[in-house]
């Protein structure tokens, strides 16, 4: 395979390491966005003064790629409006006040797996999307008509603070291996590798006794360097394969599925309850009582705090996932979705920002980049227009992982520049094929 690709070595924080998720108390009421996946919104099915229980659907797929949306309460729908999401777009919500009784709806039922279309059907009728990175919707990982050579489970959880994915490796290894063997089943797959970070013991221990028995699972201990969690990045390391640029996984073999998706796989086919809940570290310096929570999906910050003791100070920020890729909520509000692992906390000291001066051109940024982009050459494209300098600069091959803005002396913006100039170029090629 070679070296292992460049990356930062980050202080992990992991301040809720070894300790057991704590399932919260009910919430009043939940506002539940039908929207938390990659593609169209889901439509809902429910009206106001509708009664639901846990597990009722109450937004269908669309058409296109999209993903079923169920309740995570018993109760009553109180409305149905819209909801900023955290990409600047809207979707429809669907507020449930509860009735505090969690009473499960009759139509949960065992899926009948015999094959690979019934198992598709089955993952995509769970509501299941991607559970640690942008949520994608999983059964369109499986839907399309290409060999899996390779199936990598991503145990990395290489950013701070999070241990969401730690904890369901520890607690729910079997349903990593049942979900794991049944895709091997269905898909004729020859090759599993789960990635695991070298700071994660327990888990690496547990899944190597789990899956001791079926050689065609293997644990492989990466080193904890950030991106370790990268899909690129992970592939590369445990398989040694490139994903070309603008190409998918699939298509040299591949599929990553994070291990919280992997363990409620295993759940869903064994119990058939849909995805309604979210295992979640509750973190940061403002935090009282940092811990992992089992929260309902739509479960507002503001009830999730509450049940995590509050705030011992003022939050100068709170983030839906990790400081490195997470992203600012404006407010409190904001609810608990399918793909949230962390909600983070900082206190004023955590959040200060040294003033931003000129570039030095140390090349910092360029020499911890996983893929060797050239962030300063990118900033002057996006400054001048030149979309040919970008592309050369390697703008599109950016995950924005935020290693170059970590390691940068003059605190500049190169994240957001990177992220700038990839809009900037896909307008200009919507433009020039809107022009031809």
Do not use: W
């Amino acid at each position: 395979m070679g070296r292992f690709l460049k990356g930062v070595r980050l202080p992990h924080r992991k301040n809720t390491a070894g300790s057991v998720a704590v399932k919260m108390t009910v919430p009043e009421s939940v506002i539940i966005p039908t929207k938390m996946h990659i593609g169209a919104p889901a439509i809902p099915t429910v009206k106001k003064g509708d009664y639901v229980k846990v597990g009722s659907l109450i937004a269908d797929a669309d058409n296109g790629l999209s993903v079923s949306v169920y309740s995570s309460v018993s109760g009553t729908v109180d409305e149905i409006t819209e909801l900023l999401m955290s990409d600047g777009t809207t979707a429809p919500a669907i507020r449930i006040k509860s009735d505090g009784q969690q009473t499960v709806s009759e139509d949960i039922t065992v899926p009948v797996v015999g094959d690979k279309v019934e198992l598709v059907k089955a993952i995509k009728e769970s509501g299941l999307v991607g559970l640690g990175g942008a949520g994608f919707p999983t059964y369109a990982k499986f839907s399309m008509d290409r060999k899996i050579d390779d199936l990598i489970i991503n145990g990395a959880e290489c950013e701070p603070y999070i241990t969401s994915d730690s904890l369901i490796m520890t607690e729910f290894a079997n349903d990593i291996l049942y979900a794991i063997e049944t895709l091997i089943k269905y898909f004729d797959i020859e090759n599993v590798v789960i990635g695991i970070e070298n700071n994660k013991q327990a888990a690496i221990e547990i899944l190597k006794n789990v899956t001791s028995s079926n050689e065609k699972i293997n644990i492989n201990v990466l080193p904890s360097i950030y991106p370790q969690g990268g899909e690129k990045v992970l592939i590369y390391h445990t398989t040694g394969k490139v994903v070309p640029e603008g190409k998918l996984p699939i298509d040299v073999g591949c599929v990553v599925l994070n291990s919280s998706t992997t363990a409620f796989i295993g759940k869903y086919l064994k119990t058939g309850m849909p995805l309604v809940e979210k295992t979640v570290t509750v973190d940061g310096g403002a935090v009282k009582e940092p811990k992992n929570v089992i929260a309902p999906i739509g479960t507002t910050l503001h009830d999730l705090f509450e049940f995590t003791g509050g705030f011992k100070s003022e939050p100068a920020k709170v983030l839906y996932g990790g400081p490195m890729m997470g992203i600012s909520v404006p407010d409190l509000s904001f609810p608990v979705i399918k793909n949230t692992n962390a909600i983070l906390a900082f206190n004023e000291a955590e959040t200060v920002i040294p003033k931003t001066t000129a570039c030095i051109r140390c090349g910092a940024c360029i020499n911890v980049c996983p893929f060797g982009i050239d962030p300063p050459a990118i900033a002057r494209g996006l400054k001048n227009e030149d979309m040919d300098a970008m592309i050369e600069a390697g703008a599109t091959l950016c995950m924005e992982c935020g290693c170059c803005s970590y390691v940068c002396p003059t605190s500049r913006p190169l994240v957001a520049n990177n992220r700038l100039a990839k809009q900037a170029l896909r307008e200009h090629a919507k433009k020039e094929k809107e022009g031809k």
